[in-house]
């Protein structure tokens, strides 16, 4: 199979404070990572894209200084949300390829700042 | 620019109907495509891969078809249940690799008990 494994599934955090999402690939290994945040009843909308190793390419709009993310091993990819603000409250979600099984999605982490 | 679409956007059925879902997309060349169901607060799971040389795939009462020429697919869903009631996501991804999926933005699915 292909699974991602996504941690913590709910986060509740203060206004100011720093949040880690992690994705860990069970099965296989993850060279390349996908990070979305969804709002609700909205699209999935592609924040950036990790490959181990190197720096995550971010897409336009997205800001890397606050969404910190990093791939150091081919099995762990994670995504700080830092002094985090009610506005960044959302659905965050990883993904990553794999050969012949397609995209394999995490469960998703709900983000609320208070 | 690679563009999926999703008809209907919503669609409400009894328990017990079989149903089909549709996607489209603009630009053939693609390495494959795959369905998944949403449910509302959760990640996506997949359904069904199909490669770009494939016709169809078969999951159950899931049956999804791809004519690659003409830029579509459809999910074909057999005697419906309550419990299918989801949002159902097509996505294709490009040819190539380790690119990120196309998604349609879904068709919400609810079937009435």
């Known amino acids: 199979g292909a699974v991602v494994s996504q941690h913590p599934s709910w986060v509740i955090c203060k206004s100011g404070t720093s949040v880690k999402i992690e994705c860990r690939s069970l099965d296989f290994q993850a060279t390349t990572m996908f990070w979305y945040r969804q709002f609700p009843k909205q699209s999935l909308m592609l924040m950036a894209t990790s490959n181990e190793g190197s720096k995550a390419t971010y897409e336009q709009g997205v800001e890397k200084d606050k969404f910190l993310i990093n791939h150091a091993s081919l099995t762990l990819s994670t995504l700080t949300v830092t002094s985090a603000h009610p506005e960044d409250s959302s659905f965050y979600i990883c993904?990553?390829?794999?050969?012949?099984?397609?995209?394999?999605f995490g469960s998703g982490t709900r983000l609320t700042v208070v | 620019k690679q563009e999926v679409t999703q008809i209907p956007a919503a669609l409400s059925v009894p328990e017990g109907e079989n149903l089909v879902l549709n996607c489209s997309f603009t630009d053939s060349a693609i390495y494959n495509l795959q369905w998944f169901r949403q449910d509302p607060g959760k990640g996506l799971t997949s359904l069904l891969l199909i490669q770009s040389s494939q016709r169809e795939q078969t999951s159950g009462r899931l049956n999804a078809s791809l004519d690659k020429s003409s830029g579509r697919s459809t999910l074909y869903i057999a005697a419906s249940q309550p419990g299918d009631s989801a949002t159902y996501l097509c996505?294709?991804?490009?040819?190539?690799?380790?690119?990120?999926?196309?998604f349609g933005k879904g068709t919400r699915l609810s079937v009435i008990a």
């Open positions: 993904s990553a390829p794999r050969q012949n099984y397609g995209y394999t």
């Open positions: 996505a294709v991804s490009p040819l190539s690799g380790n690119t990120p999926l196309v």
